[in-house]
């Protein structure tokens, strides 16, 4: 399984365009909100999507639950869920809808943890980094471990990668 995770792209084309033509072997793409595109934008199509605080007028959904192979996610932008503050009500959502992965961004700060089996992962912004990072998408790899990797949009390099071992 390999998934594709942008965040906080606000209006940037090039870089999704440039994210989604490298990434070609990937089983499903994400963007967690705040992509300031019209809900039919070409760049979006056969994308997952979620409204961000500045997503105006885009009518996209509050909160996406998709299933990926035997993995479920739950996506959302984190602006209605203090992500700034706390992981705790993202968990609470989690365990409504028995996600694996949890999906969210806002923060503009990338990250990925795992708690009590379920992996909750901030791609940070593709556009505007915060904290003194660098701009940033996530790829998501589960084989024999489960692995996130945060790559540079322009060059795909890998910025930081994370390995989780999974029982």
């Known amino acids: 399984m390999k998934l594709i995770v942008m965040s906080d792209s606000h209006s940037d084309l090039k870089t999704i365009k440039a994210i989604r033509s490298r990434e ?3 089983d499903a793409f994400f963007h967690c909100g705040d992509s300031e595109l019209a809900v039919n934008a070409d760049i979006l199509q056969g994308m997952e999507i979620v ?3 500045c997503d105006w007028n885009a009518a996209f ?3 996406v639950v998709a299933e990926v192979g035997t993995k479920k996610i739950l996506m959302v932008h984190g602006h209605q869920h203090g992500v700034k503050q706390s992981l705790m009500q993202l968990k609470y959502a989690a365990e409504q809808v028995n996600a694996n ?3 969210f961004g806002h923060s503009h700060l990338y990250g990925a943890e795992l708690q009590d089996g ?7 912004s593709t556009l505007l980094p915060r904290g003194g990072r660098v701009a940033t998408y996530a790829v ?3 084989e024999d471990s489960l692995k996130v990797t945060f790559r540079s949009p322009d060059t795909g390099e890998a910025v930081e990668k994370v390995i989780f071992t999974t029982n």
């Open 101 to 103: 992965i949890v999906l």
């Open 24 to 26: 070609t072997d990937a």
């Open 140 to 142: 998501i790899e589960q």
């Open 61 to 63: 959904p509050e909160s």
């Open 118 to 124: 379920v992996l909750y992962v901030n791609p940070g």
């Open 51 to 53: 409204q961000g605080n």
